[in-house]
């Protein structure tokens, strides 16, 4: 008078290996994720200390260069004349440090 089948031990297996595979999958993608931001808080803090260190150094040289030429709004120009080269620099270098990046980033992304 039992009217539940009991079901073959080969299907609770299966059951039991997609729940597994899905346990697994979720797991996986938890820690590529967790690493890619790891990683990426510690890239930011590193490129915050860096643009704070530059900052800096270039307040300092345009402080210097002032005092040096005796004025200290020349200082400050050459700064300035020195971040526009740079920039200037980096837009006819643009494609080829785009594409330094998104290689970088790629290779963060699946090194996890």
Not at 38 to 49: K, T
Request: proline share 2%; net charge positive; charged share 20%.
């Amino acid at each position: 008078m039992e009217a539940k089948k009991e079901t073959p031990p080969i299907i609770d297996q299966l059951k039991e290996y997609v729940e597994t595979r899905i346990k697994l999958a979720k797991l996986q993608a938890i820690e590529s994720s967790s690493t890619v931001a790891a990683g990426l808080i510690a890239d930011v803090a590193v490129v915050i200390g860096m643009i704070l260190a530059f900052l800096f150094a270039s307040f300092t040289l345009a402080l210097y260069l002032g005092k040096v030429l005796g004025a200290y709004w020349i200082g400050f120009g050459i700064v300035a004349i020195l971040y526009l080269i740079i920039a200037l620099l980096v837009k006819v270098n643009k494609q080829r440090i785009e594409k330094t990046l998104a290689n970088t980033f790629i290779q963060k992304i699946f090194k996890s």
